[in-house]
């Protein structure tokens, strides 16, 4: 599907005269990337709006995002797999998130953040085989991520101390 999205975004602007056919395969990849990219967005609206949680929805996928682009992880084999393997465990964290801030068990979310932010700090970057990291990239890798997951563990607990359980606990749960 979005095989054939990006194929059709090539040839509208190729039709218009933007894009020459030459740098075809060029310019798909990046509009198949460009919506791959955007994909969990799109879908945690989508739950967001179906969940009425689109604001802590955002924030959960923003946090997550950011820390995973420089922390590395497991890939599927499949596009398809990995979005419905996506589409599933966003809706169980927003249940999550919808099931903390009702019962107010935040300190289980406390020791889980605590957990995964010192897993980031030992193991980042996981390195994959479709995208061997340089040595250099590892290094910087590293620091970036342990930054954005210490400034991100940061935001929870001071939004925790201030009581605003709407926001840190969507930011706890994309650390997680």
Known sequence: MITLISES????????????EDQHS??????????????PFIIITMLGIAFD??????????TFMAIRK?????????????????????????RIIKLICHTGQINILSHLVITSVLIIWSFSPIDNAAR?????????????AVILSTTATI??????????????????????
């Open 9 to 20: 975004i090539f040839r509208w602007l190729e039709k218009e005269d933007i894009l020459p």
């Open 26 to 39: 060029l310019y798909v990849y990046a509009a198949y990337s460009m919506i791959f990219g955007m994909l």
């Open 53 to 62: 949680m689109v604001k802590e929805g955002l924030l959960m996928v923003f």
């Open 70 to 94: 420089f922390s590395g992880g497991v890939h599927l084999k499949s596009a398809r797999y990995c979005v419905f393997f996506s589409i599933f465990l966003l809706a169980i964290s927003l």
């Open 132 to 144: 061997r990291l340089m040595p250099k990239e590892k290094k910087v890798f590293k620091i970036i």
């Open 155 to 176: 935001f929870y607990f001071s939004l925790q101390t201030m009581e605003h359980m709407q926001t840190a606990v969507p930011i706890g749960v994309g650390i997680i």
